[in-house]
């Protein structure tokens, strides 16, 4: 009897290690009320750039100003013009194709991740009025999800800002973008917070201020060597400059909605981080706190003020007087909680030390010290993706979440993006036949609920993308949607992708049926 259930438990650990790969993906795992969705940001789909008075927002200049910075030299003026075809039927004489929501509707998904024009809102910032065609637009998208049954989870702030508060502030570096940012949010929670229960203010700024104003690779491309040759900017100072008025922008809303509307409107505010996974390249103790280094310039140099008041010490240290200090009124102001974490992740990669021994430092990781690499020993650490340094590793996810609940409180996450990317192809039957995208997927959700399993605090998972779009400095060259769209005539067409996830939200796809896929993409 011992010597069975010894065999028993062993199989049970057996099996515990080989998880997530080999059981059956089902969404019965997850608990009651998550929210599977897929998600989007109103620059890279609404197309619509200069409609119904918006104003001009810093990606609407910069692509027309810049156009040599993006891969096929394009722009988001149409994009997947959704703000056309949001639905079905609307009475405007242009809104007559179907689709966006209807399409949601028919994946089965119960939530929808979007986030909101602040150029739609208000074009001239806090100086100039709120445009009521832009509320129009949004409050008539949020009735239509909710009449299909699907949470909108909405993003304040994704890349995109009007371009007069680029003019007058510069941007996140002038201290008076906060007041705006307050402004904004405010508007948003008084004219959409009855209807919405999921407030981001964010979405990766930590990314975001290291391509802005460290790589010079998004607007208005502010960089300096060792980072690059921009015609203007400073890398060692202005991302962190940027970041602590995004942090304290991000305090005041949260401050707001907590003293103002979470009360009466019953939503919940959090912020969404961009997070790869670190693994050092070699188990040397260098590259063991590289990672450890990759990790904190990634995560917590957002999360840590926003829980614990303060810049993560290997910060600190590294860029003494280059980062700025809270003052004490800050953190009185950092003293609300956050009620979610927004977790967007890709992919993980192997951190390398730069401190013993010198490397690149032209990178994304180079401020933290650190060459991150896709290949251990002529080994790729997962399958590559069309974005380069983007791979396949679906086991990090669980890690990930792992390691933002155990840092942070236990506070409940929300897994807010992930997804695949392909090529573009002229055959459309290689781009539905997306078998890639579904076996990426397949893994990283497995990994959910693998983490969800073994007790994380994980409320839902977003795919991103529900449709191909404009894909920043990439442009059209890379395709994240689960649907194909044809950019010259907007069909949207289901790729194999959106079957299978529609297959697994409806309960219809175990693990081992779709097995075969892997056949490879
Ligand atoms: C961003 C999206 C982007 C996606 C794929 C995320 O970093 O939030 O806007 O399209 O990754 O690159």
């Known amino acids: 009897m011992a010597a069975a259930t010894g065999v028993v438990m062993l199989l049970a650990a057996a099996l515990a290690i080989l998880a997530p790969s080999t059981r059956a993906l089902d969404r019965a795992e997850f608990p009651p009320g998550f929210l599977f969705g897929a998600a989007t940001s109103a620059y890279q789909i609404e197309g619509a750039y200069l409609e119904d008075g918006k104003g001009l927002s810093n990606w609407d200049v910069f692509t027309h100003t810049h156009s040599g910075n993006i891969a096929d030299g394009r722009n988001g003026d149409v994009a997947d013009d959704h703000y056309h075809r949001y639905m079905h039927g609307t009475e405007s004489a242009h809104r007559q194709s179907p689709e966006d929501v209807e399409i949601m509707h028919s994946l089965g998904v119960n939530s929808y991740r979007f986030s909101i024009s602040w150029a739609r809102i208000l074009p001239r910032g806090r100086l100039g009025g709120v445009n009521s065609a832009g509320i129009a637009f949004y409050d008539q998208l949020i009735v239509a999800l909710l009449q299909k049954g699907i949470e909108p989870f909405v993003t304040l702030h994704h890349f995109d800002l009007p371009h007069e508060l680029e003019t007058r502030y510069g941007g996140w570096l002038g201290a008076g973008i906060r007041e705006e940012f307050d402004h904004y949010a405010d508007v948003c929670f008084q004219a959409f917070g009855d209807r919405v229960k999921f407030w981001t203010t964010f979405n990766e700024p930590n990314m975001m201020t290291r391509l802005t104003y460290m790589l010079g690779m998004y607007p208005p491309n502010h960089c300096s060597p060792p980072f690059g040759n921009c015609n203007s900017g400073n890398s060692q100072w202005e991302p962190y400059v940027a970041a602590h008025n995004i942090i304290m922008s991000h305090a005041a809303a949260v401050d707001n909605y907590k003293k103002n509307y979470q009360a009466k409107q019953g939503g919940s505010i959090g912020i969404v981080i961009s997070m790869k996974y670190y693994e050092p390249l070699t188990n040397t103790t260098v590259d063991i706190l590289a990672a450890r280094r990759a990790l904190s310039f990634e995560i917590h140099w957002f ?116 997804g695949y990317s392909q090529h573009n192809s002229n055959s459309m039957e290689d781009m539905i036949n997306d078998v890639g995208r579904v076996n990426y997927l397949r893994g990283y959700l497995s990994s959910i609920s693998s983490a969800v399993r073994r007790g994380a605090n994980v409320h839902g998972y977003f795919v991103w993308s529900i449709m191909d779009n404009f894909e920043w400095v990439f442009g059209f060259t890379v395709r994240f949607g689960m649907y194909h769209v044809d950019f010259t005539t907007q069909e949207r067409t289901p790729k194999m992708s959106a079957k299978w996830y529609r297959d697994f939200l409806m309960g219809y796809a175990p693990l081992g049926e779709v097995q075969t896929l892997r056949a490879d993409s």
């Open 303 to 418: 999360l840590d003020p926003i829980f614990f008041g303060e810049y993560p010490k290997e910060m600190r240290e590294m860029l003494s007087s280059n980062l700025p200090k809270f003052t004490l009124a800050e953190k009185i102001l950092l003293e609300n909680k956050v009620d979610f974490i927004g977790v967007n992740h890709y992919t993980a990669i192997y951190a390398k030390d730069c401190i013993s021994s010198p490397c690149d430092l032209n990178t994304y990781e180079g401020n933290a010290l650190v060459f991150a690499t896709g290949q251990r020993d002529g080994v790729q650490i997962g399958k590559s993706t069309a974005l380069v340094g983007f791979y396949d590793v679906p086991e990090a996810m669980e890690q990930i979440i792992k390691y933002v609940n155990q840092r942070y409180e236990n506070t409940p996450i929300y897994v807010t993006e992930n």
